[in-house]
């Protein structure tokens, strides 16, 4: 189990405790959608079939918060983690220490590897690459009004390794981590509260629009903004560390995010504009399936359906509208240039979280608990988090009622060190089997689809431990790959579809 700390619920609770069927979140029981239609189920010709990577998991470590962060987890011996897979422990990084010293600065060596990743990839008939730019790569010193020419021309090559390799390549700009001295104290605020935060970001994204832009059609501003907030500014376990009382004390860090998004929107598309190209811009979102832990209780079913809110669709709403409104708090604020600043909609789903709320404990919050150890059918990953594919094609429906926008599956994977990876065949047969019924049957319209990951990596807090990737990365063994058999599934669902066979043997309980 895992607090999150939204701020206390419940107007319409006195209603809700006589009439629960009413208001909330419903638990539900099916976990597929049923499916009637003639296999093989196929995508269309111009559909994006991609993996994903951060650059502070896979390349070798530069100046940023999270080396920093790293780096003083050693010198201090904080390795320590939670009570359960997936539960990082404030401050530590779980079994840093088992890892070289070679490891943990050069990643899984992708900077000297990524032309052979990418003839593997292309191999198997993927025709995009996720991957997001260090900004600490690119401006390792406060003082700098341009871009390092080493990092650069690293980026332009891993592009032009891609595109040579048939592979778009669709880039993140903040994927979690920033320069190191982003930190340093500025009028008594540090990171992206700094009175000069948006300066700073808004010369390193003209600098890669500049400079990279050209090669570039498809852009990611921010990845997982409520993530990064949630586990940098309350849970303690990203940098900056902090622990702060609650969604009120950290709402301004998201409005200022916001900021950063849409800025960095009219930016790529002004430059984009001024040589005639295309482009997409927009935003990724951690998605789940919030559920109650108890479908009786209307507590529960009313906090599963805020904390939905609250952690998926204000930021999506905000941008939208150019308001942001944290949900069950005071705060609101208009954000100037904001609204419609989202080409498409993007999304990362990772399955079922279970949220429960009672009377006792409401000035602590709810407590999301990542599986249901009393339901014997229910599949979970190494981290503890359980597989509900039906709740994937329930967020996509959403997504595209609320908005109408092309919806880009920015992330979608499981850990599952398994060898052979049938669990993982399982999820990304049965997740990608709802891909399609929304596509088909819900009439969705969906771009792409990128699997997290393309290599085991450094999971942040987690370390090395959790293994994402498609590909198997030996530590051991000078960073050797090996495709997993999920490799040969995702290669044959990108070649012909799911056929009625491949469901058959990969569909597990669903």
């Not at 470590?61 to 010198?75: G, K």
């Not at 994927?175 to 540090?190: L, N």
Request: glycine letters at 8%; a negative charge; charged letters at 20%.
């Amino acid at each position: 189990m895992k607090r999150i700390a939204f701020a206390a619920v419940i107007a319409l609770t006195g209603i809700a405790l006589f009439t629960p069927w009413l208001f909330g979140e419903v638990r539900g029981t099916q976990t597929a959608s049923r499916l009637e239609a003639p296999y093989p189920l196929q995508f269309p010709e111009n559909f994006a079939w991609g993996v994903a990577v951060a650059a502070q998991h896979v390349e070798h470590q530069q100046p940023s918060d999270w080396t920093a962060f790293e780096r003083r987890v050693i010198r201090e011996g904080k390795t320590g983690t939670g009570d359960q897979p997936g539960q990082a422990k404030p401050g530590h990084i779980r079994d840093l220490d088992q890892y070289s010293a070679e490891v943990r600065r050069k990643k899984v060596d992708f900077d000297a590897r990524y032309a052979d990743d990418f003839q593997q990839l292309a191999a198997l008939g993927l025709n995009s690459y996720r991957f997001s730019l260090s900004w600490a790569r690119l401006f390792p010193r406060a003082d700098m009004t341009e871009p390092d020419p080493e990092g650069i021309a690293f980026y332009r090559e891993v592009i032009a390794a891609a595109k040579a390799n048939g592979l778009t390549p669709h880039v993140s700009l903040f994927h979690f981590s920033t320069p190191e001295w982003f930190w340093q104290e500025q009028e008594g605020f540090r990171g992206w509260e700094r009175p000069d935060a948006l300066q700073h970001w808004n010369r390193y994204v003209k600098a890669v629009s500049t400079q990279l832009g050209p090669e570039i059609s498809h852009w990611c501003t921010l990845n997982e903004p409520m993530v990064y907030v949630l586990w940098g500014y309350i849970e303690g376990i990203f940098p900056p560390l902090e622990q702060r009382a609650g969604p009120p004390d950290v709402a301004p860090v998201v409005a200022q995010l916001l900021r950063a998004h849409a800025d960095a929107y009219r930016t790529l598309h002004a430059d984009a504009t001024s040589r005639d190209q295309t482009i997409t811009v927009g935003l990724t979102q951690h998605t789940r399936a919030f559920e109650p832990w108890r479908n009786w209780h209307p507590l529960d079913r009313l906090t599963a359906e805020f904390v939905q809110q609250a952690f998926i669709w204000d930021v999506f709403d905000a941008i939208e509208s150019g308001h942001y409104a944290m949900t069950n708090t005071e705060f609101a604020a208009d954000i100037e240039g904001l609204a419609g600043t989202q080409d498409y909609v993007g999304i990362n789903y990772y399955g079922r979280f279970y949220v429960q709320m009672d009377l006792d404990a409401m000035a602590a919050g709810p407590v999301t608990h990542t599986h249901d150890p009393n339901d014997p059918r229910e599949l979970t990953s190494d981290l503890g988090w359980a597989l509900y594919p039906i709740g994937f094609s329930a967020i996509l429906n959403e997504a595209w009622e609320r908005y109408g926008k092309p919806i880009q599956i920015l992330e979608n994977g499981i850990a599952d060190a398994a060898q052979p990876d049938s669990l993982r065949q399982t999820f990304m047969v049965s997740h990608l089997r709802e891909v399609w019924y929304a596509m088909n049957v819900l009439g969705v319209d969906i771009d792409g689809y990128f699997h997290w990951s393309h290599l085991d990596n450094f999971e942040w807090a987690e370390g090395f431990g959790p293994r994402f990737g498609v590909f198997a990365v030996d530590y051991d063994n000078d960073f050797a790959r090996s495709p997993r058999a999920s490799a040969g599934t995702y290669a044959e669902i990108i070649r012909a579809g799911i056929s009625e066979e491949m469901w058959a043997q990969h569909r597990g309980p669903f």
